[in-house]
């Protein structure tokens, strides 16, 4: 073999020996748990020093802000949709949900279903779940995103804030009526229904100056 085929086949086997060598270092660091470093740096989904978010308790309960949940209900298709704010710490909100459960199925009837806003703070956002459980109510429930005053202004920049309230909103999203306190199956109801019968209702139900006062269009 003469000089120069004798480099080649030397350079060539030195090749082969350092390629067998990485790969064996490699395998090593695999087995070891250790990975092999970026050749072109941090990889744009993992930059150095990012702490991963930690995950969101899992309540059952999907949070909305007022623009997300007035958007739901223009996609949502129906003729209308009642939304009931209330708070499981609240005891006039605790007695008036067995009734809003047992009067949603007529609601839904003419299609204006009936949709629960827990307005709990997160750390409660649980508790709101437990307590919908445990009266065995099915309806579609969300959690009110903080701060509690942008959700208040974007349902009704009327509400002072006050629980539980209910609120009769058009396919477009527009508020057509306000329960502004506890509502009774008899003052809820007739609403409803005048609404899905294309009766003109628009209008309140303020219970904070009287029991059953009402004022707007057609009440006066």
Same mark, same amino acid.
């Given at each position: 073999?003469s ?20 790969? /064996?270092? *490699? ?7 250790v990975?092999?470093?970026?050749? /072109?740096?941090?990889?744009?989904? +993992? ?16 949070? !909305? ?5 007035? =958007? ?9 949709? !009642? ?8 005891d006039?909100? &605790? *007695? ?5 459960? &047992? !009067?949603?199925? =007529? ?10 806003? +827990? ?9 709101? &779940?437990a307590?919908?459980?445990? /009266?065995?109510? *099915? /309806? ?8 509690? =005053? ?32 506890? !509502?009774? *199956? ?27 006062a ?7």
């Open positions: 073999m000089s120069r085929s004798f480099l080649g086949f030397a350079l060539g086997l030195s090749a082969l020996l350092a390629l067998d060598a990485c790969s /064996l270092n *490699e395998r090593a660091r695999r087995a070891s748990g990975a092999s470093a970026e050749p /072109l740096g941090p990889r744009i989904d +993992s930059p150095l020093g990012a702490t991963p978010a930690a995950p969101a308790p899992d309540t059952g309960l999907p949070i !909305v802000d007022g623009p997300t949940l007035l =958007q739901k209900i223009k996609d949502s298709g129906h003729r209308g949709v !009642v939304v009931n704010a209330w708070a499981s710490w609240c006039p909100c &605790r *007695e008036e949900l067995p009734m809003l459960a &047992r !009067v949603a199925p =007529q609601l839904a009837a003419v299609d204006v279903p009936l949709w629960l806003v +827990s307005v709990d703070d997160p750390d409660g956002f649980a508790a709101a &779940r307590l919908l459980d445990s /009266l065995h109510i *099915e /309806l579609a429930s969300f959690a009110a995103a903080p701060p509690l =005053q942008d959700f208040k202004t974007a349902l009704n920049p009327g509400w002072p804030g006050m629980i539980p309230v209910s609120f009769l909103f058009d396919s477009t999203g527009k508020l057509r009526y306000f329960w502004a306190g506890e !509502v009774y *199956e008899k003052e809820l109801v007739p609403i409803v229904l005048g609404f899905a019968a294309g009766k003109h209702i628009d209008g309140v139900s303020d219970f904070g100056n009287a029991p059953g009402t004022h707007g269009p057609g009440h006066e």
